[in-house]
């Protein structure tokens, strides 16, 4: 193994990238599991119509589809997390390389005011490119969160109707 930062940073990155990855993975997976066992347990379940008494296969049918809904949000939310992790890491390996740069042209000599001059625009540079990786990072947790939110939103506003319908079906019985 070589002893350039860099180069451990970047394998430990890519490292975390991928533990991550296939962490998200698994709960993706769990997540189908305990739903599919859900579904399956109430499947069989008939309850009686009784008058009075709502539609229970129509309740179930919507709290399936409530959890279908809170699987794809999650699994939404996780792959912009794992978006995120990969371009900070992407980040990290970029600002690595650049301070390795760095060093390398620190070490020419020059006068001092040239050298504080270029240490002055490296850190300026430096500073407006921080600014720059936090407002990208900062958008793409916004869009991926965004994203699960409306699908959450959207099931609701649809499972509102369905309990107003279940509701009326309930009363008429």
């Known amino acids: 193994m070589t002893d350039d930062p860099a180069t451990r940073m970047q ?7 991928e533990n991550a990855t296939q962490m998200g993975r698994t ?10 066992e859900f579904t399956k347990m109430f499947s069989d379940m008939k309850m009686p119509s009784m008058p009075g008494m709502p539609d229970m296969d129509g309740f179930l049918a919507m709290h399936r589809k409530n959890l ?13 997390a794992q978006t995120v992790a990969r371009r900070h890491m ?6 690595m390389h650049e ?3 760095t060093m390398r ?5 020059e006068s001092p005011q040239a050298t504080a001059a270029r240490q002055t625009e490296m850190m300026k540079a430096s500073y407006e490119r921080a600014v720059s990786h936090v407002k990208e990072l900062a958008d793409l947790i916004q869009r991926s969160n965004g994203e699960a939110l409306n699908m959450l939103h959207a099931r609701f506003t649809e499972a509102m109707d369905e309990v107003k319908t ?6 008429k019985s």
Request: glycine residues 8%; negative net charge; hydrophobic residues 50%.
């Open 99 to 101: 301070v390795s740069e």
């Open 105 to 109: 042209d620190m070490t020419t000599p």
């Open 166 to 171: 279940l509701a009326a079906k309930g009363g």
């Open 68 to 80: 279908e809904v809170l699987t794809a949000a999650n699994k939404v939310a996780l792959e912009g």
């Open 27 to 36: 709960m993706v997976d769990a997540g189908k599991v305990q739903m599919a």
């Open 90 to 95: 992407e980040i990290m390996q970029q600002t």
């Open 11 to 17: 394998t430990t990155a890519a490292q975390a990238a």
